[in-house]
Antibody, heavy 127, light 110 residues
């Protein structure tokens, strides 16, 4: 059974950079049928997609966060990571990593969903 | 800017049927956006319910169904139960690796 687990600091100072890692167990991150994504949820608010990455390293970002977010993948240790720079209090949230199930046909995506989620890790931005 | 719209809240009686919708500020939702639906209870990670408009995720009971109704994606719960009381989110795939979450619907069963 594939599982994802987020890890990282629970508290970060404003203007600093957040680094989170998602460890994938019970399956390979080097899958043709999946992206790997990050989603966050501020306290009392809805879910927001941050970005996703393919095992090849191709990454896609929410346009509103693209200038501050970087997602990377390390297939040798079955992990992918998120770096978010220039933090403010608005970045305080629970951060989830998730597997994105895709189906491809003639090079194009014909199905896309977040099928497995980590439990989430809380991040507070405060001095 | 792409905005995915959902009803902020909805209520349903136990045993009743409710349909939640997922719209797009810039036009109609169609199957080509591969709408998916997620259930989230407080303090828990989201759980996948529906993908590609109407396919149920593994282990999801058949009282949850997805469709396109008019110009929106829809999630219908038939025979609502107390533990269906949750927040429900839709996601639309916009192409080029970009996905957008709706604001969520808080469903009350009473």
């Amino acid at each position: 059974q594939l599982q994802l687990r987020e890890s990282g600091p629970g508290l970060v100072k404003p203007s600093e950079t957040l680094s989170l890692t998602c460890t994938v167990s019970g399956g390979s991150i080097s899958s043709d049928s999946h992206y790997w994504g990050w989603v966050r949820q501020p306290p009392g608010k809805g879910l927001e997609w941050i970005g996703s990455i393919y095992y090849s390293g191709n990454a896609y970002y929410n346009p509103s966060l693209q200038s501050r977010a970087t997602i990377s993948v390390d297939t040798s240790v079955n992990q992918f990571s998120l770096r978010l720079s220039s933090l403010t209090a608005a970045d305080t949230a629970v951060y989830y990593c998730a597997r994105v199930l895709i189906a491809l046909f003639r090079g194009g995506i014909i199905s896309y969903s977040f099928d497995i989620w980590g439990r989430g890790t809380g991040v507070a931005v405060s001095s | 800017q792409t905005v995915v719209t959902q009803e902020p809240s909805f209520s349903v009686s136990p045993g009743g049927t409710v349909t939640l919708t997922c719209g797009l500020n810039s036009g109609s939702v169609s199957t080509r956006y591969y709408p998916s639906w997620y259930q989230q209870t407080p303090g828990q990670a989201p759980r996948a319910l529906i993908f590609s408009t109407k396919s149920r995720s593994s282990g999801v009971p058949d009282r949850f169904s997805g469709s396109i109704l008019g110009d929106k994606a829809a999630l219908t719960i038939t025979g609502a139960q107390a533990d269906d009381e949750s927040d429900y989110y839709c996601v639309l795939y916009m192409g080029n690796g970009i996905s957008v979450f709706g604001g969520g619907t808080k469903l009350t069963v009473l």
